[in-house]
């Protein structure tokens, strides 16, 4: 449905030797830039609501039970906020027709109410779903990176990256819209990585292994998750390194 309403394409197969680009768009190969833009756009518009979501429900939460969160909102607000520049990034290369903007309007009145409810009965299992949302969105990023580097998508293979993402992710004054594919395809692992980890926890009693420090990109490209004893290792370790910074500053 997604791919329906985005209108993606991307058919199996190999295209014949020596297409024209207008011809590999004509058969499906490959999407225009407006293409690219609406998938994102409708992608990333979606995958801000989940993280706030979870924030708002677990806020109200603690303060309702009064107790603390164990370092879980602070993750989430994050990956809302995360998924947010994505938006504000590409939408300062094309602003959304109003049939986008009203697809967006009545997708997240009915996403952000349906994952509200959900999360108050299931958190393991909205996490657990929010970890192939993210997948859907590294599989986009890695298709779309592909285009720029076979050449199927030249309108971003020299296109200077807009100052938004040159200062959100310290990117170099020459970054292209290729760096920021990159960019947010590592966001998106990142997320995925978070939220698969998650799902592997008791929301109510376990920590959040992520409140703390990040894994680095190495460990989150060669395992898809912590389980729950990793994760329990992971949070006595940064606390080990913690007491072990704040000793050397006494």
């Known amino acids: 449905m997604f791919d329906v309403v985005s209108r993606y394409k991307h058919p199996e197969g190999k295209p014949t030797p020596g297409m024209t680009i207008e011809e590999l768009r004509k058969k499906g190969f490959s999407m225009t830039e407006g293409q690219w833009l609406t998938r994102i756009l409708f992608l990333e518009s979606i995958s801000g609501v989940p993280g706030m979501v979870a924030a708002t ?3 109200l939460q603690s303060l309702r039970l009064m ?3 164990n370092g879980w909102i602070h993750t989430c607000l994050e990956e809302a906020e995360n998924e947010r520049m994505h938006l504000m990034t590409f939408i300062t290369v094309k602003k959304p027709s109003i049939w986008i903007r009203g697809l967006i ?10 994952f509200f409810l959900s999360y108050l009965f299931a958190p393991r299992v909205c996490h657990r779903f929010v970890d192939y949302l993210e997948e859907e969105a590294v599989l986009t990023y890695t298709r779309a990176i592909a285009d720029v580097e076979n050449g199927h998508f030249p309108e971003w293979h020299n296109r200077l990256a807009p100052n938004i993402a040159i200062d959100y992710w310290r990117l170099p004054a ?3 819209m290729l760096d920021v594919l990159y960019a947010v ?3 998106e692992t990142s997320h995925r990585f978070v939220n698969h980890s998650l799902a592997n926890l008791n929301p109510s009693t376990d920590v959040n292994p992520f409140a703390l420090r990040e894994p680095d990109m190495h460990l989150k490209g060669q395992k898809i998750s912590f389980d729950r004893e990793e994760s329990e290792d992971f949070v006595q370790r940064s606390h080990e390194i913690m007491q072990k910074q704040m000793e050397k500053m006494k």
């Open 57 to 59: 429900v677990r806020h």
């Open 67 to 69: 107790r603390r969160d």
């Open 105 to 114: 309007l009545g997708a997240q009145g009915v996403y952000y109410n349906l």
């Open 174 to 176: 020459n970054a292209t």
């Open 185 to 187: 395809r590592s966001d």
